[in-house]
């Protein structure tokens, strides 16, 4: 994606009242730029699918909420673009993000079999069930993000 593609957009939501679009914008680069903790990056990164797909909206359902997003992104999409680390779609994920995050968020563990090696990256480094939904948090809310900057002129 190109910023000639994105700015118009961006420069409009600017402008009018997308608070929920900003906080997700927001919640995305402060914990890629500024936080190096994976805990606290996770919870972000959650918080900001969670203020993009919710809208303002206060009662929607965590099913709801899945459903949209699978609908949004398409629910076989790939978390693993490049395809390096084997298929995983949206639609395996999602939900697992959302338990992460609320475990995380209220000071729980991790289920022993989340703590166990799921995949190798191509660098030799073994990733947890953990690992690779913290990654699909990532993945989820910057293409949430690109495709609402990409469609918003359709949408206002």
Not at 29 to 37: K, P, W, Y
Not at 52 to 77: F, K, M, P
Not at 123 to 130: F, I, N, S, W
């Amino acid at each position: 994606i190109s910023l000639r593609e994105v700015l118009p957009a961006f420069l409009k939501i600017a402008q009018v009242n997308t608070g929920y679009i900003q906080r997700a914008i927001r919640y995305y680069r402060d914990a890629c730029e500024q936080v190096e903790n994976p805990v606290i990056q996770t919870v972000a990164w959650v918080m900001g699918i969670e203020s993009l797909y919710r809208g303002g909206r206060e009662d929607v359902e965590r099913s709801q909420l899945v459903n949209e997003i699978c609908d949004a992104l398409g629910s076989d999409t790939s978390v693993y673009e490049s395809h390096k680390l084997g298929p995983w779609t949206v639609k395996q994920c999602i939900d697992d993000v959302f338990s992460l995050r609320d475990r995380l968020a209220h000071g729980r563990w991790l289920p022993a079999e989340w703590m166990e090696a799921e995949r190798t990256a191509p660098d030799g480094v073994t990733l947890t069930h953990g690992d690779v939904l913290r990654e699909a948090a990532c993945f989820v809310l910057r293409k949430s993000l690109t495709r609402t900057l990409k469609e918003w002129p359709l949408q206002s």
